[in-house]
């Protein structure tokens, strides 16, 4: 009876431990709502994913002992670029933050009375250098040099400022020979006319036909005013002009010239306007267009300004009126 109903105890043993076996595989199988609830409560406890932090242009933190603003702006210009990746190819296409970055720093350098010229190339090689790392980047970041200091709609243009870059581009190896090419005419055309040489020789064509040089002009000073009458820009120019006591007193004096020069071809329209032109200034046009098929000057904007001294060397390049009127209060309370 004994052996009996220890067999009856095995044969349920073996019963229970196969149904369990067999729920175990069904586990593995499929899973049960319960353990579906318990493991999305457990991914829902999870931390979340790790996302990439958004692009940002950090600024290089300034000494607390440069105390005094010129040193700041220095050191902020020499250190600008020290946080940007360079090699990270998505700033290429974020303008947001890119270009505006660099439209930052293009307003540092344009402060002369802060930032020596001799400095402001040295950070300009030094943000180019950094590019040169990516023929991509280096391509859009002498596209932001061309657009902010040579295109003439920019109110930082500035050529010496572009001068530097485009010599640092003939000797990159991201530029193709036909693109080299291409900068060597730029570069050719962008030192003649610089402050301290002597301004190009030209004719200049009067209304009664008469032709005359620029070299021929006897004055103690030039004001070289390239302009086209249905330019508005060119009127506000040619009123600032006319409402300067001091320039108004120097060519009344005889002192300065005003050469008002319309280098364009459309005569016709430059016959109309011209009594709009002061009668004790020089009205003339290029005849021969020579001015623009010699790119003798570069007229990349029109109104642009030049002082010249009595032999003709070249004071102020693409200047303001307002800068004109300084130089010459300068020089004549020197005198």
């Given at each position: 009876?004994?052996?009996?109903?220890?067999?009856?105890?095995?044969?349920?043993?073996?019963?229970?431990?196969?149904?369990?076996?067999?729920?175990?595989?069904?586990?593995?199988?499929?899973?049960?709502?319960?353990?579906?609830?318990?493991?999305?409560?457990?991914?829902?406890?999870?931390?979340?994913?790790?996302?990439?932090?958004?692009?940002?242009?950090?600024?290089?933190?300034?000494?607390?002992?440069?105390?005094?603003?010129?040193?700041?702006?220095?050191?902020?210009?020499?250190?600008?670029?020290?946080?940007?990746?360079?090699?990270?190819?998505?700033?290429?296409?974020?303008?947001?933050?890119?270009?505006?970055?660099?439209?930052?720093?293009?307003?540092?350098?344009?402060?002369?009375?802060?930032?020596?010229?001799?400095?402001?190339?040295?950070?300009?090689?030094?943000?180019?250098?950094?590019?040169?790392?990516?023929?991509?980047?280096?391509?859009?970041?002498?596209?932001?040099?061309?657009?902010?200091?040579?295109?003439?709609?920019?109110?930082?243009?500035?050529?010496?400022y572009y001068i530097p870059v485009l010599e640092h581009m003939l000797q990159s190896p991201h530029l193709a020979p036909a693109?080299?090419?291409?900068?060597?005419?730029?570069?050719?055309?962008?030192?003649?006319?610089?402050?301290?040489?002597?301004?190009?020789?030209?004719?200049?064509?009067?209304?009664?036909?008469?032709?005359?040089?620029?070299?021929?002009?006897?004055?103690?000073?030039?004001?070289?005013?390239?302009?086209?009458?249905?330019?508005?820009?060119?009127?506000?120019?040619?009123?600032?002009?006319?409402?300067?006591?001091?320039?108004?007193?120097?060519?009344?004096?005889?002192?300065?010239?005003?050469?008002?020069?319309?280098?364009?071809?459309?005569?016709?329209?430059?016959?109309?306007?011209?009594?709009?032109?002061?009668?004790?200034?020089?009205?003339?046009?290029?005849?021969?267009?020579?001015?623009?098929?010699?790119?003798?000057?570069?007229?990349?904007?029109?109104?642009?300004?030049?002082?010249?001294?009595?032999?003709?060397?070249?004071?102020?390049?693409?200047?303001?009126?307002?800068?004109?009127?300084?130089?010459?209060?300068?020089?004549?309370?020197?005198?």
């Amino acid at each position: 009876m004994k052996k009996l109903a220890l067999l009856v105890f095995l044969f349920l043993l073996l019963s229970c431990s196969g149904k369990k076996g067999n729920d175990s595989l069904q586990d593995d199988r499929q899973t049960s709502p319960a353990h579906s609830r318990k493991a999305s409560q457990n991914d829902k406890n999870r931390p979340a994913a790790q996302t990439e932090a958004p692009k940002t242009f950090i600024m290089p933190e300034i000494p607390p002992m440069l105390v005094e603003s010129g040193s700041r702006t220095l050191y902020l210009l020499n250190h600008y670029w020290d946080n940007f990746d360079f090699s990270d190819t998505s700033y290429i296409g974020l303008k947001e933050i890119t270009e505006r970055a660099f439209i930052h720093y293009a307003q540092m350098l344009s402060q002369r009375d802060v930032v020596p010229y001799d400095k402001a190339v040295e950070g300009m090689l030094t943000m180019l250098n950094k590019a040169q790392m990516d023929s991509g980047m280096y391509r859009y970041f002498t596209g932001l040099c061309k657009k902010y200091f040579y295109r003439g709609n920019s109110p930082m243009m500035n050529d010496e400022y572009y001068i530097p870059v485009l010599e640092h581009m003939l000797q990159s190896p991201h530029l193709a020979p036909a693109s080299k090419k291409a900068v060597e005419l730029d570069l050719k055309r962008l030192k003649r006319n610089l402050p301290g040489q002597s301004a190009e020789n030209f004719d200049y064509t009067l209304h009664s036909g008469k032709t005359q040089t620029l070299h021929q002009l006897k004055a103690e000073y030039i004001l070289l005013f390239f302009n086209n009458p249905d330019c508005p820009a060119c009127k506000e120019v040619q009123e600032q002009i006319s409402a300067s006591p001091l320039l108004s007193k120097l060519i009344q004096k005889g002192s300065i010239k005003v050469l008002a020069l319309y280098p364009d071809s459309d005569l016709a329209s430059w016959d109309k306007h011209r009594e709009q032109i002061p009668s004790a200034w020089i009205n003339a046009y290029d005849k021969d267009q020579r001015i623009m098929l010699d790119e003798l000057y570069d007229l990349k904007a029109i109104p642009m300004l030049y002082l010249l001294d009595g032999q003709k060397k070249v004071l102020i390049r693409d200047g303001k009126v307002k800068q004109v009127e300084q130089l010459l209060s300068a020089i004549i309370q020197q005198e």
